[in-house]
């Protein structure tokens, strides 16, 4: 760990030097190298430190950060760095000790005190470089969100995608250059958006409206959520897995057998840090399980094309673990033998050599046996009857 931090992290806002603590200016004053975007070192008055601009890729500006250690060094971040900022991300190049972050007003912050909102009710996301359906699980009439776009041309694509989603009668605040002599705040909904002179920096507030489908919060959403080709986990079985696996915050899911990638879909659902890679033996599903993320705002699906259990070396291990197809003893063994103590494990059988297989696991293993038999209403001839799906048996274990 170093003694003294030989970087600042700096956030600095569009009013410039103006909106600086006095540590801000002191940190300026004694660097050697000032390093950030051109946009920000032209906010800077007239320093005896060396001014670097941040190339890119961003990446690129990473390596060469960490070329100055060893100098007095302030690097230039849009108002928090740690919030959807450029601090995270360098942060993690650094050991504790070398570094120390002022931090300044956030550009959600900002949005929040000009619409009399209070942040712990909107959903606040960076949308710079992650695709705009990260919102649709936050699409329901009354909901409010905040996002930081790269450049006009994305707020145009936010709200035709909106109101492509059936809501169009969102309200679009158009929350420009906040803080700074540039400042301009723009209401539109998204149906009726013209706007063609965005400026960046720019956010934008919403204000969720209209008549779209709304994805539900709870474990089992309706199976018209996700394309398949009919291999998929079906709805009322799908909460019962959900339930049994149990996610938690930060867990890794292994879900072998993706099929149409609902289960690993749902558990991403469940919570913004948590983890899944699929496995999926057939192209077409590998494929369509990643639209099937990406539609629905968990692009962080991992899905990896082979067959279990061959496909699983060398994956990271896993906190629980869903099979949904390739069940077989040999699976079941190298699973065993492989997965960590304390590890959850459901599977799911229904054929009856399936059955079998997890009613003799069961017997060794422990856990619980549980057989689902479905039927829905369904006509039958001028009325109605009960149409039953095939029974489903679910074997859940902590190995």
Not at 141 to 152: E, I, K, N, S
Not at 302 to 323: K, M, N, T, W
Not at 373 to 393: D, M, N, Q, T
Request: a negative charge.
């Amino acid at each position: 760990m170093a003694d003294t931090p030989w970087l600042t992290i700096l956030g600095l806002g569009e009013d410039g030097p103006e909106g600086l603590t006095d540590a801000s200016r002191a940190a300026l004053q004694g660097a050697e190298v000032v390093m950030g975007p051109p946009r920000h070192l032209a906010l800077l008055p007239d320093l005896a430190a060396e001014r670097v601009a941040w190339p890119v890729p961003f990446a690129e500006g990473v390596a060469l950060l960490m070329t100055m250690r060893g100098r007095r060094v302030v690097m230039l971040a849009s108002g928090d760095p740690f919030w959807f900022g450029a601090g995270t991300v360098v942060a993690k190049a650094l050991a504790p000790g070398e570094w120390v972050a002022v931090p300044g007003a956030s550009c959600f912050s900002l949005a929040a005190s000009r619409l009399g909102w209070g942040l712990e009710g909107v959903a606040c996301l960076g949308l710079h470089a992650a695709p705009l359906t990260r919102l649709r699980p936050l699409l329901a009439p009354g909901a409010r969100a905040v996002v930081t776009l790269r450049d006009g041309a994305t707020v145009a694509e936010l709200a035709a995608w909106l109101a492509g989603e059936g809501f169009g009668a969102s309200e679009l605040v158009v929350l420009e250059a906040l803080g700074g002599k540039r400042e301009r705040v723009r209401r539109v909904l998204a149906e009726d958006y013209a706007l063609d002179d965005v400026q960046h920096p720019v956010a934008v507030a919403i204000s969720v409206a209209g008549a779209g489908a709304v994805l539900g919060a709870a474990s089992g959403r309706g199976d018209e959520w996700f394309a398949h080709d009919g291999q998929i986990t079906k709805r009322p079985v799908r909460a019962l897995a959900l339930s049994a696996l149990a996610p938690r915050p930060g867990e890794l899911l292994w879900d072998i057998g993706a099929g149409s990638g609902s289960i690993g879909i749902e558990w991403l659902l469940s919570h913004p840090t948590t983890r899944a890679i699929g496995f999926e033996a057939d192209p077409g599903r590998a494929a369509r399980a990643r639209e099937n993320a990406l539609r629905l705002g968990v692009e962080r699906l991992v899905v990896a094309e082979g067959r279990a259990p061959a496909v699983l070396e060398g994956q990271p291990l896993p906190d629980a673990v869903f099979i949904g197809g390739g069940l077989s003893e040999a699976l079941l063994t190298q699973l065993a033998s492989l997965l960590p103590k304390g590890t959850r494990l459901v599977a799911h059988a229904v054929t009856l050599e399936s059955e079998a297989l997890l009613a003799l696991w069961h017997g060794t293993k422990g856990g619980n046996l549980l057989r689902v038999e479905l039927a829905e209403a369904a006509p039958l001839g001028s009325r109605r009857g009960w149409k039953s799906a095939y029974p489903i048996v679910q074997w859940s274990v902590v190995l």
